[in-house]
């Protein structure tokens, strides 16, 4: 088993920014993924970031991309999501997810295995 637990989430005005952090721990992988999806009200969950935990490659979904980040930190088992010039559309709730598959990256949060519980962002307008 994977327990992976999300922090960071929060309100903030639209413009401003976050960082929401994920800390892995338990069994581990010799390849895998980790990647952040988010789930607003009524709507599917959708992917917003990946990272090939082996190499770094990183991932982005288009309406993310040149504002935010994702980065690891090995020695931590953390995964963080940079978000800069936040949209009141962002407001959800965000999830950090492992894909142990050792496949290629995946933007489909039904080939993720593993799920931490969630973190709010609100942004206002």
């Known amino acids: 088993q994977v327990q992976l637990v999300e922090s960071g989430g929060g309100l903030v005005q639209a413009g401003g920014s976050l960082r929401l952090s994920c800390v892995a721990s338990?069994?581990?992988?010799?390849?895998?993924?980790m990647g952040w999806f988010r789930q607003a009200p009524g709507k599917e969950r959708e992917f917003v970031a990946a990272?090939?935990?082996?190499?770094?490659?990183?991932y982005y979904a288009d309406s993310v991309k040149g504002r935010f980040t994702i980065s690891r930190d090995n020695t931590k088992n953390t995964v963080y999501l940079q978000m800069n010039s936040l949209k009141p559309e962002a407001t959800a709730v965000y999830y950090c997810?492992?894909?142990?598959?050792?496949?290629?990256?995946?933007?489909?949060?039904?080939?993720?295995?593993?799920w931490g519980q969630g973190t709010q962002v609100t942004v206002s307008s």
């Open positions: 997810a492992v894909d142990g598959s050792g496949g290629p990256v995946s933007w489909s949060a039904g080939d993720y295995d593993y």
């Open positions: 990272i090939s935990w082996s190499n770094g490659v990183t």
């Open positions: 338990g069994r581990t992988f010799s390849r895998y993924v």
